[in-house]
């Protein structure tokens, strides 16, 4: 297996994005699904849907998210993984009439995307905004077909370089406030500025959207690999992260003096990814470097785990919570399988999941639609997958 991080290391200045690290290029096995109903989406009348649709890149493909838009079903952004410094972006949406996805465009980005992500506006009443991150955090106005990079947003002043960006998260509650994380132990907020508004930006105006850093405080001991705002309080001024030093920490905007210890891996192993439950902000999710377990955190009682899940048999690559469920998270891994797990049983261990996905490849992305709560999507390879569940 040649391994993405290797070429990623060359990329980025000898440094590395732990979590794109497994991604394989070889072909394997066969798919079988089941389904297991949770809730319905508005169907489009006299369309007879498939429980699965599939979209081919070009390319490998690593960053995903789905659009949250109402008026844009089905619309998701991906992006490449390629050994270059040239990488794409392209937007691709589902055609419900006839089952197939189509590409609505295509823009170069530099370097890959570690992460991608649509601005938190459900109603359509701000800009149609695409956030990425790789060596800055950048946002790109979409309309239509044509994207145009709206502002790029560096904190570094006293140099050409920066650290590169191991991914972000854009305020649910405040959509004027992003944040980052960097392999250079930072977290860094970010303030949108239009002289008014997000909402009520012209649409017209070229770079009519700038940011500010609000602030940039050292988060962890190593490389911080994640970085999630939770729902928790008034929504818009707690997150945490995750690092190379295996701890999970809590932050407050209000008071960044200090921060709380949620976890921390009894191996000191990295940790990658971590996912906040979006019904119940009580609970939160990661999972370490090369581990096949996913730990769940009650941070009322933090440091011990209230639920480990082990059904997996490759290491871990992405953790999704359901939209609408307390109760039901997603997990998809090296062993070519997708994962929804039903929780309401802890802290009973849960033994197996109630669904199982096997990919044709090893899941290197999966993420659960927001505003359609019965569809899940998985990237692996070239392919990205939706999955009615």
Same mark, same amino acid.
């Not at 849907?49 to 081919?56: D, F, Q």
């Not at 050994?83 to 972006?89: M, R, S």
């Not at 790109?140 to 960006?165: G, Y």
């Not at 690559?317 to 049983?345: E, K, R």
């Given at each position: 297996m040649?391994?993405i991080?290797r070429?990623a ?7 590395v994005?732990?979590?794109?690290n497994?991604i #394989?290029?070889?072909?394997s096995i066969?798919?079988?699904s089941?389904?297991?109903?949770i809730?319905?989406s508005?169907?489009?009348p006299?369309?007879k849907?498939?429980?699965? =649709?599939r979209y081919? @890149? ?9 659009? *949250?838009?109402h #008026? ?7 992006g490449?993984f390629m050994e270059? =410094?040239?990488n794409?972006?392209? !937007?691709i949406q589902l055609?419900e009439e006839?089952?197939t996805f189509f ?5 170069d980005?530099p =370097? ?6 649509w601005?938190p +506006?459900? *109603? ?5 905004? $695409? @956030?990425t991150?790789?060596d800055y955090?950048r946002?790109?106005r979409v309309?239509?077909?044509d ?13 050409e370089?920066c650290a ?6 854009w305020n649910?509650t405040?959509?004027?406030?992003l944040g980052?994380?960097?392999?250079d ?8 500025e239009?002289?008014q &508004?997000i909402?009520?930006?012209m649409?017209?105006? %070229?770079g009519s &959207?700038?940011g ?10 190593k490389e911080?690999? +994640?970085?999630?705002f939770t ?5 818009r001024?707690?997150f945490a992260?995750?690092?190379s030093d295996?701890?999970v920490?809590l ?9 709380t !210890?949620?976890?921390? +891996? ?7 990814r971590? @996912?906040w439950?979006r019904q ?10 090369? %581990?096949?377990?996913?730990i769940i955190?009650?941070i009322? @009682?933090p440091?011990?785990? &209230?639920a480990t ?6 290491? &871990? ?7 609408h469920?307390?109760?039901? $998270?997603?997990s998809a ?7 929804i797990w #039903?929780i ?7 033994e197996?999941p109630i669904?199982? =996905? ?5 899941i290197?992305q ?5 505003t359609q709560? #019965?569809?899940i999507a998985?990237?692996?390879? +070239?392919n990205?997958?939706?999955l009615?569940?």
């Amino acid at each position: 297996m040649k391994s993405i991080v290797r070429a990623a290391i060359i990329l980025f200045h000898q440094h590395v994005f732990p979590i794109i690290n497994r991604i #394989d290029r070889n072909n394997s096995i066969a798919m079988a699904s089941a389904g297991v109903g949770i809730s319905p989406s508005r169907e489009v009348p006299n369309v007879k849907r498939k429980e699965i =649709y599939r979209y081919t @890149a070009p390319w490998t493909i690593y960053g995903m998210n789905w659009s *949250v838009r109402h #008026d844009k079903r089905f619309r998701l952004a991906i992006g490449s993984f390629m050994e270059d =410094y040239c990488n794409k972006v392209q !937007i691709i949406q589902l055609d419900e009439e006839r089952g197939t996805f189509f590409h609505k465009a295509t823009f170069d980005h530099p =370097y890959p995307t570690t992460k991608i992500m649509w601005i938190p +506006d459900m *109603v359509g009443q701000l800009p149609d905004l $695409v @956030a990425t991150s790789g060596d800055y955090l950048r946002l790109w106005r979409v309309n239509d077909t044509d994207i145009r990079q709206e502002c790029m947003l560096n904190n570094s002043k006293t140099s050409e370089f920066c650290a590169p960006l191991t991914s972000f998260d854009w305020n649910e509650t405040d959509p004027n406030i992003l944040g980052a994380s960097s392999i250079d132990t930072t977290c860094t907020i970010w303030g949108l500025e239009t002289g008014q &508004v997000i909402g009520k930006v012209m649409g017209n105006v %070229s770079g009519s &959207v700038t940011g500010s850093v609000r602030t940039q405080l050292i988060a962890h001991d190593k490389e911080v690999h +994640d970085l999630a705002f939770t729902r928790a309080g008034s929504g818009r001024d707690l997150f945490a992260s995750v690092g190379s030093d295996g701890s999970v920490r809590l932050f407050d905007l209000r008071n960044l003096e200090h921060s709380t !210890i949620l976890y921390e +891996d009894p191996k000191q192993q990295p940790l990658l990814r971590l @996912a906040w439950n979006r019904q119940d902000p009580n609970y939160l999710a990661t999972f370490a470097l090369d %581990s096949t377990e996913i730990i769940i955190m009650d941070i009322r @009682a933090p440091s011990t785990p &209230v639920a480990t899940l082990r059904n997996h048999t490759g290491p &871990v690559n992405g953790i999704t919570w359901a939209p609408h469920s307390s109760c039901h $998270v997603c997990s998809a891994a090296d062993d070519h399988q997708a994962l929804i797990w #039903d929780i309401q049983q802890m802290p009973q261990a849960i033994e197996v999941p109630i669904l199982a =996905y096997v990919a044709q490849n090893e899941i290197n992305q999966v993420q659960w639609s927001v505003t359609q709560s #019965d569809w899940i999507a998985i990237c692996f390879k +070239d392919n990205v997958e939706i999955l009615r569940v």
